[in-house]
């Protein structure tokens, strides 16, 4: 069956960067658009940034706009989430999700999900 496998999570010092990694199989990539999701404790998950099947559009939460880039590639099934300027605000689980066709932001639209990783900014 289809599996996004998040990676690149870890505890970062404000001000901080990381890179997520997730690395899909099953699936015609090139096919599905990307996209990041959060979520903080006792928080609902939000949308954080989305990317087409072929790269050509991107859109981003308005919280991360300026300081999160999401790009793919498709020759490896891997979509990454390039975060810089972190704030403690960012801390939360990441999950990567993929929906077959267009862009999405709301994440009932997704089909597939990942485990998730960890991201923790300190102060």
């Known amino acids: 069956q289809v599996q996004l496998v998040e990676s690149g999570g870890g505890l970062v010092q404000a001000g901080g960067s990381l890179r997520l990694s997730c690395a899909a199989s099953?699936?015609?990539?090139?096919?599905?658009?990307m996209g990041w999701f959060r979520q903080a404790p006792g928080k609902e998950r939000e949308f954080v940034a989305a990317i087409s099947g072929s790269a050509i559009t991107t859109r981003y939460a308005d919280a991360v706009k300026g300081r999160f880039t999401i790009s793919r590639d498709n020759a490896k099934n891997t979509v990454y989430l390039q975060m810089i300027s972190l704030k403690p605000e960012d801390t939360a689980v990441y999950y990567c999700?993929?929906?077959?066709?267009?862009?999405?932001?709301?994440?009932?639209?997704?089909?597939?999900w990942g485990q998730g990783t960890q991201v923790t900014v300190s102060s």
């Open positions: 999700a993929a929906v077959l066709g267009a862009t999405r932001t709301s994440y009932s639209d997704y089909a597939y």
């Open positions: 099953k699936l015609r990539f090139s096919s599905y658009a």
